[in-house]
């Protein structure tokens, strides 16, 4: 296996509500997924304690070797009233992380905003389904760029706006609007752009050496077969699931056929003049990829009405049902893979496809923001976590990056993983864990919250140790 780039950004990624915790500390005021995530699960009120306990995580992070993490900022831990007054605690906090990361020469990789819009700012105008939103956005990234731009020099915009818009249960809809839900979500989403383009430019603008881009939510689809209908339908759902976002983002426009899908269901958003001039002058450096799994479609008949993805929250396999959108595509389950308790697909070959799709239509550099397997972990009597489950996951997954830098020519510069610690699952608290690090504490037992490291932090030690020749 030939080598990876030499400087290659060896990472690890979490966000803020999930691993903080101190979710009313010292001037934080709640996020909408504070007041939102499952409430059968463990809550965002200590998470893994981060927020305390960060010294320590970072000595673990050097101990691993990384060379990058990903962490996102809360936007209601600095201005917990959405604007405003900047609340100096929240600053200490991440000035004394990125700091202690800056000291241990891993690169500080910062989302602005994951899922966590202030509750304040939702209950004012509604969040993103006002215009509102923009000039607060605005001003939080430029608090951002001001405060933490010394020392930051990767910025993502937003996490998986294509995923707050596909899945059920991450944006809020206003209650009696006379506009259809589909109507509010596009509406939402064109807002969304807008404020990821005015971040993109103001980034420009104020740190011209930095780099700055989204974190797409991608899963490649699949047809089912090589029946004509399985292929149609499979290219409009990558078209309203994948490349709508990215045509956005990197050309700044709405495709001619996304445009007629919006005219057919009613649902174009409002756009104002100088619009679609701010979203092209948005240019992003590179697009940061959040891949977990692919996904297969078949073609809908006539009798197949739309129905909402049921997310297995539980892992008790085969609980998943597959959304259906009327007139497009019906999702369905791909014979040739694995998948977890979750019934994610597992899927690493179709980490190397999306990679492709990508830098073929776009030719910007890539970073993979997220990458992983969500599993239930033992801890030992022997306090060991045998997670050969995650390492092997990710032995596939770092196999098909290499292939896609050395024999595909992509630009990929760095790997990070989801994700360095065990966090609150955004659908599955801490049954469904996802880090090198193990946490002591479930869902409903507290414990002492110690970190143990896995056989995978080991793997993943050895891994960037070689720069990706052992796996
Ligand atoms: C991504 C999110 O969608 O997937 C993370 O950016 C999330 O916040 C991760 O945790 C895994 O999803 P889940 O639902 O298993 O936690």
Redesign the pocket.
Known sequence: MPSFPEKFLWGAST?AY?VEGAYLEEGKSLSVVDESIAPEYADTSIASDHYHRFKEDVSLMKELGLKAYRFSIAWTRILPNGRGQVNQAGVDFYNELIDELVNNQIEPIVTIY??DLPVVLQKEYGGFSSRKIIPDFIEYCRVLFELFGDRVNYWLTI??QS?MFLLPYLISFTENSDQSKLKQKYEMNHIMTLAHASAVKLCHELLPNAKIGPAL?ISPIYPKTCDPKDILAAEKAEELRNTFFLELYCNGRYLPTMQAYMRGNDCLPTIEAGDLTLIKEGKCDFLGI?Y?DSKTVEHVTEQDRTKELVINKDGQAGTTEKEVVEGVYKGCSNPYLERND?DWEIDPIGLRVTLNRIYQRYQLPLLIT?NGV?AIDTLTEEKKIHDTYRSDYLKKHVEQVCFAIVQDGIEIFGFCP?SFIDLV????GFR?R?GFVYVDRTDTALRELTRHRKDSFYWYQGVIRSNGKVL
């Not at 699952?425 to 599955?428: G, I, Y």
């Open positions: 966000a999930q994951h899922f996490n998986e995923n939510g959040n977990y979750w997220e969500g989801w699952s955004t659908t599955s469904k996802y």
